[in-house]
């Protein structure tokens, strides 16, 4: 078991330019969710799948999209990136059962500089 | 509203002596808590849950409802606990379950 995976692990943009980071878990998860971590500022939620077919947003969703493509892997793209951007982002899945289930395993994680 | 609160971003300690990391959270209802390790560029894991009532590497956590805080000790700490920990409370949104983070601790254990 891979656990969840990320790539790229480093990426350095321009300002303006477009990506697109792809995780995968092989834990059957349902729920999907993508994080940036800031210094000061902790985790915080960008968008977050609870299962296969459906998004959400979370607390900082914008100048973000998301792709559930199937129940294995969820996409998060930036379709112009800022240097408010630069950031490490990680993914995480849970199963989202009941009594303790909610547990979120993370990917390695994606550290993203934009100049 | 559902968050969790950590007052500290740094704490240096030196190596065996006592660590207590705070956490604080407000949620109405039967709350579920979690500890959270990271240690230097890696990524986040588990380290502790509230429910199980464990210990795990010498931490341990307990929650007091009265005081509406889970805590985070450690009598006696190691240089390889030096690490970023971050306390994580369950919350329901829309039916759905997420994860509402503190904005995390760095301990430094000094040897």
């Known amino acids: 078991n891979a656990g969840v995976t990320q790539t790229p692990k480093f990426q350095v943009l321009k300002t303006g330019q477009s990506m697109t980071l792809q995780c995968a878990q092989d834990?059957?998860?349902?729920?999907m969710y993508w994080y940036r971590q800031d210094p000061g500022m902790g985790l915080r939620l960008i968008y977050y799948?609870?299962?296969?077919?459906?998004?959400d947003k979370g607390e900082v969703p914008n100048g973000y999209n998301v792709s559930r493509l199937n129940k294995r892997e969820f996409s998060l793209r930036l379709e112009s990136a800022a240097p408010s951007q630069t950031s490490v982002y990680f993914c995480?899945?849970?199963?989202?059962?009941?009594?303790?289930?909610?547990?979120?395993?993370f990917g390695p994680g994606t550290r993203l500089t934009v100049l | 509203a559902q968050r969790v609160t950590q007052p500290e971003k740094l704490l240096s300690v030196f190596k065996g002596a006592p660590v207590e990391l705070k956490c604080n959270y407000s949620?109405?209802?039967?709350?579920?808590l979690f500890w959270y390790v990271q240690y230097s560029r890696q990524r986040l894991q588990l380290l502790l849950r509230?429910?199980s009532r464990e210990s795990i590497k010498g931490f341990t956590a307990d929650l007091n409802k009265g005081e509406t805080s889970f805590h985070l000790k450690k009598p006696f700490a190691q240089e390889e606990d030096s690490a970023m920990y971050y306390c994580?409370?369950?919350?329901?949104?829309?039916?759905?379950?997420?994860?509402?983070f503190g904005k995390g601790n760095q301990v430094v254990v000094i040897p």
């Open positions: 995480a899945s849970s199963s989202q059962g009941l009594a303790g289930g909610h547990e979120q395993f």
């Open positions: 834990m059957n998860h349902n729920s």
């Open positions: 799948s609870a299962s296969e077919g459906t998004t």
């Open positions: 949620y109405s209802g039967s709350p579920e």
């Open positions: 509230h429910i």
């Open positions: 994580a409370l369950v919350r329901v949104v829309y039916g759905n379950n997420r994860l509402a």
